[in-house]
């Protein structure tokens, strides 16, 4: 009895961000289809500007332009389409899930049906919100890669409702990046998973790009999980805003379409799983998380492939539903559960945890910041999947500072 006490306590002291004392007094933990409440009162608070007003076209007249401290290039250009395909990204399983009459699944249906509008709105010339590739710049290579990783997510939900002619704009607006290099470093697998989209779309790619993507990952991939972000390592979030999740959903598509085998995806996976544990590792007991490298503004999305595996149904076997659950929900409330990420509109600030201007990079504005969405991809299971029912359970950082036993950690050599 005294154990079972003893381990709510802690539970509530890491969910609630609240001292042992007044863990002692407080209600037992919110279950899994709490914590579900709350992570879709988030996401739809995050994303429901974005896709709201590109459905009213006024995206680019509310949309407030706050830039990084030295920003070098046009941000008009680039951060409205960085805002759509980063937010659709994130949001797009969740919208792939079947519509029912819950609360909910009418928040979920409004924002699908305002996500179909507003991409046609964007993709038409005469609308306020209109998007273009094909600008003189290597910027959008980067951004219509996060509209495909949501196509690619959510085909039926996001792709098929769109009408021809959006449709005969996005695939010529994909071609055109051709034009352009991708820097030499992630940016990579934008331009790969680019041409990926077009291939799963059955429209002519470029294969040369693809390869050149897989087979720098393959060259730069570090050891224990980790990739180095070009030729020389760099400490920060780069392996899950991008690396590990767009290499597997590459490798998915390739894998479909019979371009590669299903062993290299598996390795991919196997990596993308042990980095996964690294993940979990970082979040503290209080839900925050080490503040390191560059991007920092992009706030959750550090656990993109935390996130991922979960969604995947691929979390490794130390981890489970319930651990992983508890930690992201906590990392979630600590950054969502008040409105210090948001400006009196709605909209994201600059910031990891409130308005940081001076914490944003030079290539970061507004647009830049709804990477956040990425960290939701859970909300692509069902309700009653083992993801949202299981108990929620002590993560590792909470179990070591609180004496609790916990499994030894060792490298891994694939």
Known sequence: MLKSSFFFTLLLMCLGSISTANAQKAPLPPNGQQDRAFWVKSLYKISYPVIHHLAMGTLKQQMPL????????????????????????????????PDDN???????????????????NACNPADPDFIRFDIDDRQPIVDAAYLAAAFLRAP??????????????????????????????NWLLFAAIDEAFLLQLGEQYDPARIQFGLEKMKEWYAGDGWYSDGPLFSMDYYNSFVIHPMLIDLLSVLVTQKKSDTATYHIALKRMQRYAEFQERMIAPDGTFPVFGRSMTYRNAAFQALAQCALLKQLP??????????????????????????????????????????????????????????????????????????????????????????????????
Do not use: C
């Open 66 to 97: 706050e830039l990084g401290p030295g920003y070098y290039s046009d941000a008009k250009q680039f951060t409205y389409l960085e805002a759509i395909g980063r937010t659709l990204a994130g949001v797009a399983p969740w919208l792939a899930l």
């Open 102 to 120: 819950t609360e909910e699944g009418n928040m979920r249906r409004q924002l699908r049906q305002e996500a179909v509008k507003g991409l046609n």
């Open 156 to 185: 039926k939900a996001l792709w098929a409702p769109l009408d021809s002619n959006t449709k005969k704009y996005l695939i010529t607006g994909f071609k055109s990046l051709r034009t352009r290099s991708a820097a030499y470093n």
């Open 317 to 414: 076997e130390t981890l489970s539903n319930g651990q992983v659950r508890a930690a992201l929900t906590a990392v979630t409330k600590s950054l969502f559960a008040g409105n210090q990420n948001f400006d009196k509109n709605g909209w994201l600030v600059l910031g990891l945890n409130g308005h940081q201007p001076m914490l944003a990079d030079a290539y970061t504005s507004t647009g830049s910041l709804y990477m956040a969405t990425l960290s939701f991809l859970p909300l692509g299971l069902p309700a009653d999947d083992p993801f949202w029912t299981e108990p929620a359970a002590p993560w590792t950082s909470v179990k070591a500072w609180s004496g609790q036993s916990i499994k030894k950690d060792y490298k891994v050599n694939y």
